[in-house]
Nanobody, 118 residues
Framework: LQLVESGGGLVQPGGSLTLSCVAS????????IGWFRQSPGKEREGVSC????????NYADSVKGRFTISRDNAKNTVYLQMNRLKPEDTAVYYC????????????WGQGTQVTVSS
């Protein structure tokens, strides 16, 4: 089971980024997928989660109305569209397979860095 995140980078406050999580070694459609993030000195926290068919989602209060999670099971990919980014969104973002929201399972990707700074 492998998860690979991409799409991170440096963006100015108010900007947007879209993260991707590509799965291999298993059928993505069988699992809920979550996005988590961790910044220096802080615990990893749940950002958003989507169930296996995309019919249900959850969001942390801090990102509601700004972030949107979606999935394309045919492409084995889950996305996190992030709008109106703030400096406090700066973190390493990880995807996770089969989380028990808001906690992750043991199946993590390697992470992608998102930095929001002017």
């Amino acid at each position: 089971l492998q998860l690979v995140e991409s799409g991170g980078g440096l963006v100015q406050p108010g900007g947007s980024l879209t993260l991707s999580c590509v799965a291999s070694g298993f059928t993505l459609a069988d699992y809920a997928i979550g996005w988590f993030r961790q910044s220096p000195g802080k615990e990893r926290e749940g950002v958003s989660c989507i169930n296996n068919d995309g019919g249900g989602t959850n969001y942390a209060d801090s990102v509601k109305g700004r972030f949107t999670i979606s999935r394309d099971n045919a492409k084995n990919t889950v996305y996190l569209q992030m709008n109106r980014l703030k400096p406090e969104d700066t973190a390493v973002y990880y995807c996770n397979a089969n989380p028990t929201w808001p906690r992750g399972s043991d199946y993590w990707g390697q992470g992608t860095q998102v930095t929001v700074s002017s």
